[in-house]
């Protein structure tokens, strides 16, 4: 099941590896490194708060890693157990596979990551590609998601046709190019120099999935029955969330969708939303 390496050079991924093991020792809150072993590959997982309280699962967007939920991890891991997932076949410290996103591979591999953890059923916080997997674990095995939270989501509708046609030619420019698609999906967000320095470098030495995720079909969604809380950005440069709200509207009675204005596909200062839908 490997693929070629997702980077595009052995130097890049160490850049890569190391950068990110120097933003893991800043993590603000007492945690523990968890390695889970699936037939998929290793897993890497961050795992903060009580052992004793209610667990729920961080899955990242795409291109990055679990470095994206030090911002919240504080105010998440108070009342709660969070394991933040590196995604198999992202730049984090997971195993570099990507499965067929058409089947259920995704699903499978969660559900051994909760097995392992010895977990019966947990809260999912997933944004944009994580977004996408809580949704395909959610269809795949209901029974174990207790509330879905989708923030900027993909899965819902096709990402906007618009950015999949700038995003090609500007991969081929180099920093300048990595620098100009930054600016298109941060929008109007300060985003700290920290932060974009480790995009760029990223972006710089990794190969991302292309194209638009699959798009799940109304009677897929509709075995979803449990509380969602679904996120996004008026703004958004990827993703149409107006039309997204909508969908989830019609097909999920249950949930609760919220469209931010000025606001695009980075969702920061979102947490104390997610805090108090899980409440």
């Not at 470095?67 to 410290?93: C, F, Q, T």
């Not at 967000?189 to 710089?204: D, G, S, T, Y």
């Not at 969702?267 to 108090?276: F, P």
Request: hydrophobic share 40%; charged share 20%.
């Amino acid at each position: 099941m490997k693929n070629n390496s997702i980077y595009k050079s052995n130097e890049g991924k160490t850049l890569i590896i190391n950068q990110y093991e120097n933003i893991i020792k800043e993590w603000p809150v007492s945690n523990e490194i968890v390695n889970v072993n699936t037939s998929y590959g290793n897993t890497f997982i961050i795992a903060s708060g009580k052992k004793e309280n209610k667990p729920i699962l961080l899955m990242h967007g795409s291109s990055t890693n679990s470095s994206m939920w030090m911002g919240d991890i504080e105010k998440l891991s108070k009342n709660h157990r969070v394991y933040a997932v590196d995604i198999i076949g992202e730049p984090g410290k997971s195993d570099e596979n990507r499965p067929d996103m058409m089947d259920n591979h995704y699903g499978k591999w969660i559900d051994e990551i909760l097995d392992a953890l010895n977990i019966e059923k947990a809260v999912f916080v997933g944004n944009s590609l994580g977004g996408w997997m809580a949704l395909k674990y959610a269809i795949y095995m209901p029974k174990r998601v207790e509330k879905l939270v989708l923030l900027a989501t993909s899965g819902i509708t096709p990402a906007k046709l618009s950015f999949l046609f700038k995003a090609a030619p500007l991969m081929l420019l180099g920093e300048k190019g990595i620098n100009i698609l930054n600016k298109i999906v941060y929008g109007k967000e300060a985003v700290p120099e920290q932060v974009l320095k480790f995009c760029n470098l990223i972006m710089k030495h990794y190969n991302p999935r292309m194209g638009s995720l699959p798009v799940f079909t109304d009677q897929e969604l509709s075995r979803l029955t449990m509380p969602t809380l679904y996120i996004g950005g008026e703004d958004d440069a990827l993703l149409p969330s107006k039309k997204i709200a909508d969908r989830i509207d019609k097909l999920l009675p249950q949930s609760n969708t919220m469209v931010l204005q000025n606001t695009g596909h980075v969702l920061i200062n979102v947490v104390d939303y997610v805090i108090s839908f899980l409440a």
